[in-house]
């Protein structure tokens, strides 16, 4: 998936970034298709996986960074050549990245020729599904032309409360690129010294009534240092709408809850909707295990309401190596 505002603040800090993206895979491998990295001359960001896999593309990479050449299109065996374990084979593609030929910011998907061709049919239906219908295509390598999606909208998630296990849990999710995490609680220092990247803090004396400024379709972590507080949040969770929520806490915990917002109006239905104990309590009350087994649940949950991106029709071999 091609993320045009991460190429754009590469090039702007580091001047010449090279792509790397894996564009096919044949069996085993380390990452799927999709999976790029960002090289630049002393350093790189992103990841294809594999160990060796990665150090190779790397230094191919900044060579060629350091030619000044045009894309390179490489499939690796990767037991034969690299004396991997996995059984498979990829097909990467490096680019020298170009801010003139970086998509136009909307543009629901990215296609460019890597070996000068006239634009095939099948790219051009692929890039019409994409603008007419929103329909993701999926990573494509066909008659020397490259077409990715790009950066779908990042699901939101709030997470209400910055304890040790509210700490872990924005450390656990902020990495992840298609997360926009949002992390609530009464006062600036509450939070750590340094809140992790792409994770926006927000301090309000009255945490629920931010409610209202999450999107309907949020997924919300409810773990602050007050039942009264969780309790608060809940109420205005189910009021204001959701995409899934989690609340911290026991059984006995959960049972009274259930029976408070019940005489607060909430249908038994809706109630449930909220997961407590959420994540997976058999890892544990470390905040680190619980904050591992909340955002696996989170991860599952968000995969499951997520359109896959659409393969394109299947072409003969012979037809995808022209």
Request: hydrophobic residues 50%; glycine residues 10%.
């Given at each position: 998936?091609?993320?045009?505002?991460?190429?754009?603040?590469?090039?702007?800090?580091?001047?010449?970034?090279?792509?790397?993206?894996?564009?096919?895979?044949?069996?085993?491998?380390?990452?799927?298709?999709?999976?790029?990295?960002?090289?630049?001359?002393?350093?790189?960001?992103?990841?294809?996986?594999?160990?060796?896999?990665?150090?190779?593309?790397?230094?191919?990479?900044?060579?060629?960074?350091?030619?000044?050449?045009?894309?390179?299109?490489?499939?690796?065996?990767?037991?034969?050549?690299?004396?991997?374990?996995?059984?498979?084979?990829?097909?990467?593609?490096?680019?020298?990245?170009?801010?003139?030929?970086?998509?136009?910011?909307?543009?629901?998907?990215?296609?460019?020729?890597?070996?000068?061709?006239?634009?095939?049919?099948?790219?051009?239906?692929?890039?019409?599904?994409?603008?007419?219908?929103?329909?993701?295509?999926?990573?494509?390598?066909?008659?020397?032309?490259?077409?990715?999606?790009?950066?779908?909208?990042?699901?939101?998630?709030?997470?209400?409360?910055?304890?040790?296990?509210?700490?872990?849990?924005?450390?656990?999710?902020?990495?992840?690129?298609?997360?926009?995490?949002?992390w609530v609680d009464t006062a600036p220092?509450?939070?750590?010294?340094?809140?992790?990247?792409?994770?926006?803090?927000?301090?309000?004396?009255?945490?629920?009534?931010?409610?209202?400024?999450?999107?309907?379709?949020?997924?919300?972590?409810?773990?602050?240092?007050?039942?009264?507080?969780?309790?608060?949040?809940?109420?205005?969770?189910?009021?204001?709408?959701?995409?899934?929520?989690?609340?911290?806490?026991?059984?006995?915990?959960?049972?009274?809850?259930?029976?408070?917002?019940?005489?607060?109006?909430?249908?038994?239905?809706?109630?449930?909707?909220?997961?407590?104990?959420?994540?997976?309590?058999?890892?544990?009350?470390?905040?680190?295990?619980?904050?591992?087994?909340?955002?696996?649940?989170?991860?599952?949950?968000?995969?499951?309401?997520?359109?896959?991106?659409?393969?394109?029709?299947?072409?003969?071999?012979?037809?995808?190596?022209?």
């Open positions: 998936m091609f993320d045009r505002a991460e190429a754009a603040a590469a090039l702007a800090a580091h001047g010449a970034v090279a792509r790397v993206v894996i564009a096919e895979v044949a069996g085993s491998a380390p990452r799927e298709a999709g999976a790029s990295m960002l090289v630049w001359r002393d350093g790189q960001s992103g990841t294809i996986g594999g160990g060796a896999l990665e150090w190779e593309a790397a230094r191919h990479a900044r060579d060629l960074l350091a030619a000044g050449g045009g894309p390179m299109i490489v499939r690796i065996p990767l037991g034969p050549a690299l004396g991997q374990c996995c059984g498979g084979a990829v097909t990467l593609v490096t680019e020298v990245m170009q801010a003139a030929s970086l998509p136009e910011a909307e543009a629901p998907a990215f296609a460019r020729p890597l070996v000068g061709s006239a634009m095939p049919l099948i790219v051009k239906r692929l890039l019409d599904r994409a603008r007419g219908q929103g329909i993701a295509p999926a990573v494509t390598l066909v008659q020397g032309w490259l077409v990715e999606p790009t950066v779908r909208p990042r699901a939101p998630v709030w997470i209400w409360g910055a304890g040790h296990v509210g700490r872990a849990l924005a450390g656990v999710l902020a990495p992840l690129p298609d997360l926009a995490v949002t220092e509450r939070f750590p010294p340094s809140v992790p990247p792409g994770v926006t803090a927000l301090p309000v004396p009255d945490p629920a009534r931010a409610m209202a400024l999450a999107p309907v379709g949020a997924h919300h972590l409810i773990l602050t240092y007050s039942h009264a507080l969780d309790l608060d949040l809940c109420h205005a969770a189910l009021a204001r709408g959701f995409a899934s929520a989690g609340l911290i806490g026991s059984a006995t915990k959960w049972a009274r809850f259930r029976t408070r917002l019940g005489q607060l109006g909430h249908p038994q239905a809706e109630i449930a909707r909220i997961a407590c104990p959420m994540g997976d309590p058999s890892l544990g009350k470390h905040p680190q295990a619980i904050a591992l087994g909340v955002a696996a649940a989170l991860l599952q949950k968000i995969a499951a309401t997520t359109p896959s991106a659409v393969s394109p029709p299947a072409i003969p071999r012979q037809e995808q190596a022209r």
